[in-house]
C-alpha cells in the first residue's frame, strides 16, 4: 500500500510539472524529428541492457544504456513524444519481464519514469536556453540533465525501498551511486557525439549502428561477466571460511550469511542431520531481513524427502512458483519462500543436510549458473561438515571417557581451573566431591571384567539421577569419580550431594551376571582463596582415603587448614551425622 501512494505521489507531481512548466514548451529547432514509436524503440533497446545490482522486492535496481535514449530524444523528439514514449516503451519491457507477478513494481517504475522524463525535460530545457543546443550550453544541459535524472531515480528507488519495509541491498550506497554516474556521463558523452553527428550531417546517421551495436554488446558482456566474477569471488570466500575451522554452527552462520549476499537473497537455511538414530537435526536460518534463528529438532523426513525427490539424482534443484510438489508446496507457503534453490550436503553416510537459498532480490528468480554455483558451495561444505563432525568426534574422545562417556580426567582438571576462575571475582566457593567405589574389584573379580564395566555405566546413571544440571560429574579413573560443585557458600552445599550421592547406592545394582551392592567413599575439598586445581585434587583424595580408613561408605570434608579433616557418617555412625575430629 505504501508503495502505491507513492507512486500516486509520483503521478501528481509529474502531473504539475507538465501542467506548469513542460505544456507549453515545443520542440527545438533540429533536423530531425522523432516520432513516439521512435523513442519507444530506443527505451526499449536501452532497458534491454539493465545491469542490475542492488534489490527492491524481488527485483533490482541498476544502470543501463538509458541515456543514449534520453539525450536523442531531448534533442530530436518533443516533450509530449518523450514523455510518451519512454512510457511505452518501459511497460513492453515491464510486461514480458515481470509478467505473471505483482503489478505494484512495473506500476512503481512507470511512475518513476514519468517524473524523471518530466524533471529532465524542465532541466534541460532550462539550461540549454542559456545558450546554443549544440554549444557548450547545450552539451552541459545534458550533463547536468542525466545526473539529475540519475539521482532522483536512485533516490527514489531507495525511498520505495524503506516505505515498503522490503530486505535493502548489503552493497555500499554511495559505491552504488558513484559507479551509475560514471556510466551516466560515459553514454551521455557518446549520445553527444551522435546527437552533433545526426544535427549537422543528418545522413551520417548510417553510420551509427555499427559502433551502438558494439557499445551494447561490450555493455551486454560486462552484465553477464559481473555476476560470474561475483560467484568466483563467493567462492573463494567459502573456501576461506571453510580452513577457518571452527565450530558446525559458526561456520554455517558465516557461510549461509555469505551465500545471501552471493545470491542476493533475503532467506539463507541450512539443515544438519544428526549422525545417530537417536540424535536432533540443527537448523540455521539466517532471513528474512535480520531475523537469525537456530534449533534442534527431529530429524525432518518429510520434509527432507521433498527435497531429495526435488532435487533428483542432480542433488540440487530451482524452484519457481507455483510448486506443484505436495509436500515442499506448503513448507514454502509456510515459510514465507516464493522461490528457492536448493542443494543437497553429502557424506560418506549418504545425504547428511541441505543448504536451501529463498527469496530473491535481484532477479525474479534464480538462474542455472547460481544453482550451479550453489552445487559446488555445498559439495565443499558437505566435505567441511564431515571433517568438522569428525574433528569433533576425536575432541570428544580425547576429552571423554568411552566406557561411560562422561568427561575424563583431562576434562575435569580444565573445567576445574575454570570454575575456579569464575568462582574468585564472585566471592562464591567451589566444591570438588572424590568418589571411591565401595567393593568394586570384587564384583570385578568375581562376575568379570564385562559385568564391572556394565557396574560402571548403571553407577554413572544413578549418580546423575541424584545430581543437578548445574553439577560437573567426570570419571577420574577405574573405579574414582568427581564432582565439581559451583556457587558453594558453605560446606554444608557439598554435605548434602554426598548425602545424595550415598542414596544412589542403597539399592543394589541389577547386571547380567546377577546383583551387585557396592558403596561408596567421598572426599569433600573446598576451594580457598588462590586454590588451585591439582591442590584441590589432592585434598579431596586425601579426604576420600580418611572416609576409607573409618570404614568405608562415608564422607570426609578436608579442612583447608593441613591436617584437619571433618568426619562425616561412616558404617559406624548416623548417616546424618558426622564428628569433627582435631
Known amino acids: 500500500m505504501a508503495v502505491l501512494l507513492l507512486s500516486a505521489g509520483l503521478t501528481g507531481a509529474s502531473a504539475a510539472l507538465w501542467l506548469a512548466w513542460i505544456r507549453p514548451l515545443g520542440t ?98 532550462w539550461l540549454v536556453a542559456l545558450g546554443e543546443p549544440l554549444g557548450t550550453a547545450g552539451w552541459l544541459a545534458a550533463m547536468v540533465t542525466t545526473i539529475a535524472t540519475d539521482l532522483l531515480s536512485k533516490v527514489l528507488v531507495d525511498l520505495a525501498i524503506r516505505i515498503s519495509g522490503a530486505p535493502r541491498p548489503e552493497q555500499a550506497w554511495h559505491h552504488d551511486l558513484s559507479l551509475g554516474l560514471v556510466v551516466a556521463l560515459t553514454t551521455t558523452s557518446i549520445a553527444l557525439i551522435a546527437v552533433t553527428l545526426l544535427w549537422v550531417f543528418p545522413l551520417a546517421g548510417w553510420l551509427l549502428p555499427l559502433p551502438a551495436a558494439v557499445l551494447s554488446a561490450a555493455f551486454w558482456a560486462y552484465a553477464r561477466e559481473r555476476p560470474r566474477q561475483g560467484n568466483l569471488a563467493f567462492l573463494y570466500e567459502t573456501a576461506r571460511t571453510l580452513q577457518g575451522g571452527r565450530k558446525v554452527d559458526d561456520l554455517l552462520g558465516q557461510l549461509l550469511d555469505q551465500a545471501r549476499h552471493a545470491f542476493q537473497a533475503d532467506i539463507a537455511e541450512a539443515v544438519v542431520l544428526p549422525r545417530g538414530p537417536d540424535g536432533r537435526a540443527t537448523r540455521i536460518r539466517i532471513g528474512p531481513g535480520e531475523a537469525r534463528r537456530t534449533s534442534s529438532e527431529p530429524e525432518p523426513e518429510r520434509e527432507l524427502n521433498g527435497w531429495i525427490r526435488a532435487a533428483g539424482n542432480r542433488g540440487a534443484t530451482l524452484l519457481t512458483q507455483p510448486v506443484q510438489d505436495p509436500v515442499l508446496q506448503p513448507y514454502l507457503a509456510a515459510e514465507g519462500m ?30 542455472e549458473q547460481e544453482l550451479q554455483v550453489l552445487e559446488t558451495m555445498a559439495s565443499h561444505l558437505g566435505a567441511a561438515l564431515e571433517n568438522a563432525r569428525l574433528l569433533e568426534h576425536l575432541h570428544r574422545q580425547a576429552l571423554h571417557d568411552a566406557l561411560t562417556g562422561l568427561p575424563n580426567r583431562s576434562m575435569l582438571r580444565d573445567h576445574l581451573a575454570d570454575a575456579l576462575a569464575r568462582a574468585r571475582p564472585t566471592g562464591t566457593g567451589v566444591a570438588l566431591l572424590f568418589l571411591d567405589l565401595d567393593g568394586f574389584k570384587a564384583v570385578n573379580d568375581k562376575l568379570g571384567h564385562g ?49 545424595r550421592v550415598h542414596g544412589a547406592f542403597a539399592e543394589p545394582f541389577r547386571l547380567d551376571e546377577g546383583e551387585a551392592r557396592i558403596g561408596v567413599s567421598i572426599g569433600i575439598a573446598l576451594a580457598g582463596h588462590g586454590e588451585e586445581p591439582e591442590s584441590l585434587l589432592r ?26 579433616v571433618d568426619h562425616g557418617p561412616s558404617p559406624a555412625r548416623s ?8
Open 28 to 125: 527545438l529547432a533540429a533536423p530531425i524529428r522523432l516520432p513516439v514509436w521512435a523513442v519507444a524503440v530506443l527505451t526499449v533497446a536501452a532497458e534491454c541492457t539493465v545491469i542490475r545490482f542492488a534489490a527492491f522486492r524481488r527485483d533490482a535496481r541498476g544502470f543501463s544504456l538509458g541515456e543514449l535514449a534520453l539525450v536523442t530524444g531531448l534533442y530530436f523528439a518533443s516533450p509530449a513524444n518523450l514523455i510518451i514514449g519512454r512510457a511505452i516503451g518501459l511497460a513492453a519491457v515491464d510486461a514480458v519481464q515481470q509478467r505473471g507477478h505483482s503489478f505494484v513494481k512495473p506500476l512503481f517504475n512507470l511512475t518513476k519514469l514519468l517524473l524523471e522524463s518530466c524533471v529532465a525535460v524542465v532541466v534541460f530545457r
Open 338 to 367: 516464493r522461490g528457492a534453490m536448493a542443494a543437497l550436503l553429502h557424506g560418506e553416510q549418504g545425504v547428511t543436510g541441505i543448504v536451501i537459498v529463498a527469496n530473491r532480490l535481484g532477479s525474479a528468480v534464480f538462474h
Open 451 to 499: 559385568a564391572g564395566d556394565q557396574l560402571l555405566v548403571a553407577v554413572t546413571r544413578r549418580l546423575r539421577s541424584r545430581l543437578k544440571a548445574s553439577d560437573f560429574l567426570a570419571r577420574f579413573a577405574g573405579d574414582e569419580f568427581a564432582v565439581v560443585c559451583e556457587g558453594v557458600e558453605d560446606q554444608r552445599a557439598p554435605v548434602l550431594v554426598a548425602e
Open 539 to 564: 585434598s579431596a583424595d586425601l579426604a576420600m582415603y580418611e572416609a576409607k580408613k573409618a570404614g568405608k561408605g562415608g564422607w570426609r570434608v578436608a579442612e583447608p587448614r593441613p591436617g584437619r
Open 575 to 582: 548417616a546424618t551425622g558426622g564428628a569433627r575430629a582435631g
